[in-house]
């Protein structure tokens, strides 16, 4: 069973940045695809980011600009830099693991090729 542990995450005011961290139980992240998404409180878990197994990276449009996924392969870690932050983006953060090697990006804006899910860590962004 794959463990995904987030952190990175707190209170801050609106401009300034976080960077959120996930490590995942496995030996690599070569040939994974890792997901970041978000839920805000009465709302549905959205997309946020994600780096393919290929390395290319997503965003979803109300983040592109402002935040930034990386990954290490080697210490099995992925990133999300996160920049300008804005009340919106108030929310818990999830990483998640796509194991299975999509040419599609559009398919890693949802939930279904996400197999493992980290527990979240809070974002908060005050005015």
């Known amino acids: 069973q794959v463990q995904l542990v987030e952190s990175g995450g707190g209170l801050v005011q609106a401009g300034a940045s976080l960077r959120l961290s996930c490590t995942a139980s496995?030996?690599?992240?070569?040939?994974?695809?890792m997901g970041w998404f978000r839920q805000a409180p009465g709302k549905e878990r959205e997309f946020v980011a994600v780096?393919?197994?290929?390395?290319?990276?997503y965003y979803a449009d109300s983040v592109k600009g402002r935040f930034t996924i990386s990954r290490d392969n080697a210490k099995s870690a992925v990133y999300l830099q996160m920049n300008s932050l804005e009340p919106g983006d108030t929310a818990v953060y999830y990483c998640?693991?796509?194991?299975?090697?999509?040419?599609?990006?559009?398919?890693?804006?949802?939930?279904?090729?996400?197999?493992?899910w980290g527990q979240g860590t809070q974002v908060t962004v005050s005015s």
């Open positions: 998640a693991l796509a194991p299975r090697q999509y040419t599609s990006s559009s398919i890693y804006y949802t939930k279904g090729p996400y197999d493992y």
């Open positions: 496995v030996r690599t992240l070569s040939g994974l695809s």
């Open positions: 780096i393919k197994w290929s390395d290319d990276a």
